[in-house]
């Protein structure tokens, strides 16, 4: 893991220039654009339409993105405009597996939500939860299921560290889940702490950054520009994501390499 880790920063120093292309195209601004909703553009008619229609053209840019950064920090011979024609060809991919994963998610916590129901909860018109009236049997039992889907979901995004690099580097479909599960096997663990890790420095980061940007633009704008504020909040939100999105994609992609060298080193052994 500490090779990998070595890896990642050959990468990001050496095609410091492309990573940082690929990001300002596909990541940062079409998430100032999205800042920019409700906070510079008017959230009323005609301009509300665009909401779901930007919404959507965020996340295909932010996987397109992550496809063109992995497949430049797989393969040194790929520059900036191959990566994205390579990101284009697997995008559709990309967003199928990412469907299957958002339902995935929603099945780990379907137990948890029937015994939240069953214990007599309730939602808010402000969309909190209620648990005055709930019965304590449930509800323990609804909070034991919320923890063990959280420890599945953590196990299983350590077993999907190298999708994406499977689907850009295999022309692989649904096909890379399995593939990947097949490439962690043995490093779970050490991923899981990576990953662990990477959430809470990324977490306080962003934290911090945000409520410095947050007072300072606040003192530098006034109290009567509370949305350009959290315009700025946004665009700085925007740019440290996208520089976390570059570091995660890199280290993944390389993972992704010594995992499939290593295999490659064991298969005329066996």
Known sequence: MSDVGDRTVDVLKGRAGILAGIALLTLVLPAIVAGALGNVVPLTDPFVVLVPVVRFAVLALLLLGMLAVTAVASDPAVDQSLALRIAVRRLP??????????????????????????????????????????????AAGAGLSVVLAVVLGLWF???????????????????????????????????????????????????????????????????????????????????????????????YARFYVAAFEQEQHRTPLA
């Not at 780990?108 to 007599?120: D, E, T, V, W």
Request: aromatic letters at 6%.
């Open 93 to 138: 991919a990309a967003l199928g597996l990412l469907v299957a994963l958002v339902l995935m998610a929603v099945v780990l916590f379907i137990p948890a939500g029937a015994l939240l129901a069953l214990s007599g909860a309730t939602l808010t018109a402000a969309g909190t939860l209620d648990m005055t009236r709930a019965t304590s049997g449930y």
């Open 157 to 251: 995004s350590a077993r999907i560290v190298p999708l994406f690099a499977i689907v850009v580097n295999e022309r692989r479909g649904f096909g890379a889940l399995r593939r990947s599960l097949a490439l962690t096997r043995g490093a779970t663990l050490r991923l899981i702490g990576v990953l662990i890790l990477y959430f809470l420095v990324l977490t306080v980061t962003m934290l911090a950054v945000t409520s410095v940007v947050g007072v300072v633009a606040r003192l530098v704008l006034g109290a009567e520009a509370a949305g350009a504020a959290r315009f700025v909040v946004a665009v700085a939100s925007a740019l440290l994501s996208a520089a976390a999105t570059v570091v995660q994609s890199v280290f």
